[in-house]
């Protein structure tokens, strides 16, 4: 499967973004999907994640609350809503999917990565 993400951009603090992540290829109900983000000079790290029908989700704590993770099976598309923004959620952010995973967390159990796009809040 082939990941593309879109919707990052330049938002000021307390706003609000969508990002989206379209997939290509077949069977992409088989596949949990995920968000990850790396901010500058730190790790990737988790941000979000939901099974294959999206009926079940997790959270990183810093997010929980202000993103919501939801995919559209009938799109093929994974998005990520993201309010009350803040300067610390500055990042490249990567869509994920993971085929052998109910749910996806660890970055060592993606199989699949879109490129990144960039969200930059300001203060």
């Known amino acids: 499967v082939q990941l593309q993400a879109s919707g990052g951009g330049l938002v000021q603090a307390g706003d609000s973004l969508r990002l989206s992540c379209a997939a290509s290829?077949?069977?992409?109900?088989?596949?949990?999907v995920g968000w990850f983000r790396q901010a500058p000079g730190k790790e990737r790290e988790f941000v979000a994640s939901?099974?294959?029908?999206?009926?079940?989700?997790l959270y990183a704590d810093a997010v929980k609350g202000r993103f919501t993770l939801s995919r559209d099976n009938t799109k093929n598309t994974v998005y990520l809503e993201m309010s009350r923004l803040q300067p610390d959620d500055t990042a490249v952010y990567y869509c994920?999917?993971?085929?052998?995973?109910?749910?996806?967390?660890?970055?060592?159990?993606?199989?699949?990565w879109g490129k990144g796009t960039l969200v930059t809040v300001s203060s």
């Open positions: 290829g077949s069977a992409f109900t088989a596949y949990a």
């Open positions: 994920a999917a993971a085929l052998h995973s109910a749910i996806v967390i660890d970055a060592t159990d993606v199989d699949y």
């Open positions: 939901a099974n294959w029908s999206g009926g079940s989700t």
